[in-house]
């Protein structure tokens, strides 16, 4: 059962929200909140999967809430609920360590379908939305910066395919290994790299040469090009 915490200063949103997850039969809301603080609360308190935040809360808002949370408990998986995708607080909730985002008047299933991907570390985030996020991130870089050494060939291969905005099951799939070990890769490289998530790891793909401006991988040193990384 994956369990949710969702904050939102509107009574009808929350118990929207709570229906149709609840209505999906894997996922239970665990607490409610009505402002950042009660949130960061709730989350303290429940240790949710998955935590749905507004960004436009009185007292504490949804940034600040998302900072503390994750100030306290790294891991923790947020989502950011928007009423819509250009909110320039909604990225910085991403720089902070948001995992992905939700359009409130998405359709039911692809916020089920989202919460689902969050609760496994997948951002829900379509290719299309993850360049937005990647572009706003790199818009004050001039150059790339030299990858770690500390990766291994194959972490490298993941971190580029992660940056293209391939799902797990879609990077296994190039690679010719198993989903579990993708994880490992992602979970492994995430850690090295001292980052809060995957949408994190996709920005850094590109700050490190991995992914050209068209989002197209280009193979890091040393890595096989038989693995699929460079394939066009």
Avoid: W
């Avoid at 209505?23 to 409610?32: L, R």
């Avoid at 928007?82 to 607080?89: I, Y």
């Amino acid at each position: 059962m994956i369990r949710v915490v969702v904050a939102d200063d509107q009574a009808l949103v929350r118990a929207g929200v709570r229906m149709m997850l609840e209505a999906a039969g894997d996922m239970e809301v665990c607490g409610e909140a009505a402002d950042g603080a009660e949130a960061v609360r709730l989350v303290e308190r429940h240790r949710p999967d998955v935590v749905l935040m507004d960004l436009r809360m009185p007292r504490v808002d949804g940034l600040e809430a998302t900072r503390r949370i994750l100030a306290a408990q790294p891991s923790a998986r947020i989502v950011v609920l928007t009423t819509f995708s250009e909110d320039e607080n909604l990225y910085a909730a991403l720089g902070a360590g948001a995992l992905g985002f939700l359009v409130k008047d998405d359709p039911p299933a692809r916020m089920v379908e989202s919460v689902r991907r969050a609760a496994t570390g997948e951002p829900p985030l379509a290719p299309s939305v993850l360049r937005r996020v990647v572009e706003r991130a790199l818009a004050a870089e001039r150059q790339a910066v030299p990858l770690p050494p500390g990766l291994t060939g194959r972490e490298a291969q993941v971190l580029t395919l992660v940056g293209v905005g391939l799902s797990n099951a879609e990077i296994a799939d190039r690679l010719h290994v198993g989903v579990t070990t993708v994880k490992s890769h992602v979970a492994a490289l995430i850690d090295k790299l001292g980052l809060r998530n995957r949408t994190q790891a996709a920005v850094m793909a590109h700050r490190f040469g991995l992914v050209d401006t068209g989002f197209t991988p280009v193979a890091p040193a040393g890595s096989d090009r038989e693995s699929g990384v460079s394939g066009s």
